[in-house]
């Protein structure tokens, strides 16, 4: 079998680009083939190139995953992930947060692998979370905020930004056929691990094997709502707001009268008035923690086996 690894150096604010030297060379040493991405975009093509049922290790953040997934999903080739970005929650997903990069390497290039649930919007590819609406605005906004503000005030610049503008558009939604709700709607969640945003655990209660897509909707918010429910949600104790409803499904759909801005494992979207998203039940392979053992990383094998 063929190991790649693809290292984004920019992941991380910069630690991946510290680290890259020792990555490349540990990953050479175990014989795998290891590539420094050169920009946005390069992570998926080097993905496409890598051999049918090769193993695809990506190093970085949740946008670095999200590049190789988009290369390699409806493929037969394996996912692993070394997570040393500012946002892992694909890995957190997969329970491998916590190790250190040579353990996580080696856990990516030689456990056993297993299967989690795929999900799909719009023709895109999508590990761990789709979010529609306010949080994608969010994201939106933090791209064009001053330079100098980086990390947390990057993000409360962003939010305050978009509560300051905030008009819900009308959204609706259609679960598995049904209509489920039509009315303002301040965001869409629709995920296949439990927490996106770096570790916001929207959707406690998803799970990535179950064969189905875990869909939050934040109906009808005042800006003040918005506010309020903030500690909440960094809780996981949003579900009970009366606003709030969590259903689960494999087909969701959501038409709005004008396009509204989505993201996919924290990547924005070419923006759409209409968001169709299905899950493929057991769809893509990777390297988690649930087919090895227990809190044990296998241990180091020979360069070239
Ligand atoms: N060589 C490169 N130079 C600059 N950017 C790159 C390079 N290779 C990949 N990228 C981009 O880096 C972005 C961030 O990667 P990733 O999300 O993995 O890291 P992160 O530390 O979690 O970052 P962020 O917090 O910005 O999401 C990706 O969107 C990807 O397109």
Redesign the pocket.
């Known amino acids: 079998m063929e190991r790649w690894v693809i290292v ?6 910069g ?2 680009g510290r680290l890259s030297g020792a990555i490349l060379k540990a990953a050479r040493e175990r014989g795998a083939k290891a590539f ?8 998926t093509e080097l993905a496409q190139k890598a051999p049918e049922g090769a193993r695809v290790v ?1 190093v ?8 190789v997934l988009r290369g390699l999903a409806g493929t037969e080739k394996t996912l692993g992930v070394v997570p ?5 929650d694909f890995a957190r997903m997969l329970g491998l947060l916590g190790l250190p990069w040579p353990k996580a390497l080696e856990h990516a290039l030689f456990a056993p692998e297993e299967a989690v649930d795929l999900g799909w919007v719009n023709g895109e590819p999508f590990g761990a979370s789709l979010g529609i609406g306010f949080d994608a605005l969010v994201a939106k906004k933090a791209l064009s905020a001053p330079p100098f503000l980086r990390g947390m005030p990057r993000y409360l610049y962003a939010l305050f930004g978009v509560l300051r503008e905030l008009r819900l558009p009308e959204g609706r939604v259609l679960l598995d056929g049904a209509l489920v709700y039509q009315g303002p709607l301040l965001l869409l969640a629709v995920m296949n691990g439990p927490a996106y945003g ?1 570790g916001i655990p929207i959707a406690p209660m998803a799970d990535p094997r179950d064969g189905r897509l875990s869909v939050v909707l934040a109906r009808r918010f005042s800006r003040l709502g918005v506010v309020l429910i903030l500690p909440r949600l960094l809780l996981g104790r949003h579900l009970s707001h009366p606003e709030v409803v969590a259903l689960a499904g494999r087909e969701v759909a959501v038409d709005f009268p004008h396009p509204v801005p989505a993201h996919a494992d ?2 924005l979207l070419p923006e759409a008035a209409s968001y169709r998203a299905e899950v493929v039940p057991l769809g893509l392979r990777v390297v988690g923690r649930r087919a090895s053992v227990k809190g044990e990383v296998p241990a180091l094998r020979p360069a070239g086996t």
């Not at 984004?8 to 604010?13: H, T």
């Not at 420094?36 to 992570?43: I, K, N, R, V």
């Open positions: 984004n150096p920019a992941a991380g604010r630690k991946v420094l991405t050169e920009g946005p975009g390069h992570a990506a970085g953040g949740d946008g670095t995953v999200h590049e040393i970005g500012s946002g892992n770096g924290g990547e």
